[in-house]
């Protein structure tokens, strides 16, 4: 069943098989565009925008989004001035962006989605079991005894996570509390990696990950200390839980 208060907005870039095909123009910078407008966005992914109508929505108010995305249309034609069309950008970043036009930047954010495989590694890893080494509760207890350190995402490689990772969107976490971050060319790694390229590439246009921090650039992730990593975990999640469980009902 279709929902009719809810609007998705599918821009130029993605095949119906989820491959990528020029010319594209990310999601994220008509939102942008948008935004401007005063026109509020419910989710933006790569390539979608979702919006919600409400009862309330008249021929009038989704007119005025039509004629918005005409507008789009024609300053990406012209390639205007980012200075012209998202004018609090520019002087935000003006080493990135001063001598860009809206095309200009579309064109790079769409070579940047090419070269990071983003979309193909945000679809590996949301159709990839982790592997949990404790629950959700046994490292929530490790974080409230400290027992955790702020890791890069260089090095995440097999470690434990602390806290839950949910990039947003879609919302869903992809890593829960005590499961690993697998290896480091694996899914998970290989999508924040494009996540981090990304936000460091486009200021401005940041991503929302819970449960990682962007330090100057880089990302960070509280994970389960190494020596508590080598000294109480086991090879298998079922001796790990029996472990702890027994180490609990003695404290």
Not at 86 to 99: D, H, K
Not at 118 to 127: G, R, Y
Not at 165 to 172: D, H, Q, W
């Amino acid at each position: 069943m279709l929902d009719p208060i809810k609007v998705s907005v599918v821009t130029p870039g993605v095949a119906l098989d989820g491959s990528l095909k020029e010319p594209g123009i990310p999601a994220s910078l008509l939102t942008s565009y948008l935004g401007r407008r005063g026109i509020q966005v419910e989710k933006t992914t790569d390539f979608t925008i979702l919006f919600l109508f409400s009862i309330g929505i008249t021929k009038g108010k989704w007119g005025t989004l039509v004629n918005a995305f005409l507008d789009f249309k024609r300053d990406y034609d012209l390639n205007a001035p980012l200075a012209q069309v998202l004018p609090a950008l520019v002087p935000a970043n003006p080493e990135r962006y001063s001598n860009l036009g809206l095309r200009d930047l579309a064109d790079v954010m769409f070579a940047q989605l090419q070269e990071s495989r983003q979309t193909h590694w945000l679809a590996e890893a949301f159709s990839t079991l982790p592997k949990p080494l404790m629950t959700p509760r046994q490292a929530y207890r490790q974080l409230v005894l400290n027992e955790v350190e702020k890791v890069p995402l260089d090095g995440l490689a097999d470690r434990v996570v602390a806290t839950g990772v949910v990039p947003y969107p879609p919302g869903i976490p992809m890593l829960m509390p005590g499961e690993s971050a697998g290896a480091a060319d694996g899914p998970y790694l290989s999508y924040l990696r494009a996540l981090q390229s990304w936000d460091k590439r486009f200021p401005g246009f940041g991503h929302d990950t819970h449960g990682v921090e962007n330090i100057g650039g880089t990302y960070y992730i509280y994970c389960l200390k190494q020596a508590e990593h080598g000294v109480r975990l086991s090879d298998t999640a079922i001796e790990v839980i029996v472990s702890d469980e027994h180490t609990c009902l003695s404290a």
